[in-house]
């Protein structure tokens, strides 16, 4: 699987949207992109994931560039309780959903 | 209730005592996974299985036994536990179709050993 490049940490204000950005240069073809967040001392939770178009969920929206080198994470409305560690996975189809986690980017939402 | 669950959630053991975590999923999903988590290693895969009687190695399997003689339980021994497998441990599960849907994680079992 592609290794990922985050930023270590970044900061947001509550209401803001944060962007988190992921570098995935070596990406292949067959490669999704995917975005998975960390609350202090609880179990990652999945947020989105996708292969080449944008996607949108309740959560949050992924943007992958065209040459699916990058892709950013938005949280549109932040708030304190996205306070967390954001990981960005690059992943085969199948597998079973094995992950290899980085050092992701931990986001602080401030008032 | 409906999720995983693993328990117990806090374990303080001694060094080279045999511990077992467990871990159980009421979804039936086909993967299991154990990861560990420690500072400045992020979360690093043990073990992982595909389906009962399944299971291959992850990362840092060393000192670790797992088995899945059902498909919704999916336990992790430490045989001798030593002091450097002090960590947070999370299973996980997915259906692992190519539909490429989520891994579900636990809330986590915080071991010690001294």
């Known amino acids: 699987d592609a290794k990922t490049t985050q930023p270590p940490s970044m900061d947001c204000a509550e209401g803001r949207a944060a962007n988190l950005p992921c570098n995935h240069s070596t990406i292949s073809g067959n490669e999704y992109v995917y975005w998975y967040r960390q609350i202090h001392s609880q179990g990652p939770q999945y947020i989105i994931h996708?292969?080449?178009n944008n996607e949108t969920n309740e959560m949050a929206s992924l943007i992958i560039t065209e040459d699916r080198k990058s892709s950013t994470l938005i949280l549109p409305h932040a708030t304190l309780r996205d306070t967390a560690v954001y990981y960005c996975i690059v992943r085969r189809t199948g597998g079973g959903n094995k992950l290899t986690f980085g050092t992701g980017t931990q986001l602080k939402v401030e008032l | 209730d409906a999720g995983i669950t693993q328990s117990p959630r806090y374990k303080i053991t001694e060094t080279g005592r045999q511990v077992t975590l467990m871990c159980h999923q009421t979804?039936?999903?086909?993967?299991m996974f154990w990861y560990r988590q420690d500072l400045g290693h992020g979360l690093r895969l043990i073990y992982y299985?595909?389906?009962?009687?399944?299971?291959d190695k992850g990362e840092v399997p060393d000192g670790y036994v797992v088995s899945r003689s059902k498909t919704e339980n999916f336990p992790l021994t430490l045989e001798s536990a030593t002091r450097s497998q002090t960590s947070v441990y999370f299973c996980?599960?997915?259906?692992?179709?190519?539909?490429?849907?989520?891994?579900?994680f636990g809330q986590g079992t915080r071991l010690t050993v001294v």
């Open positions: 979804w039936s999903h086909s993967y």
């Open positions: 996980a599960s997915s259906d692992g179709t190519e539909k490429n849907t989520e891994a579900f």
């Open positions: 299985s595909a389906a009962a009687d399944i299971t």
């Open positions: 996708g292969l080449k």
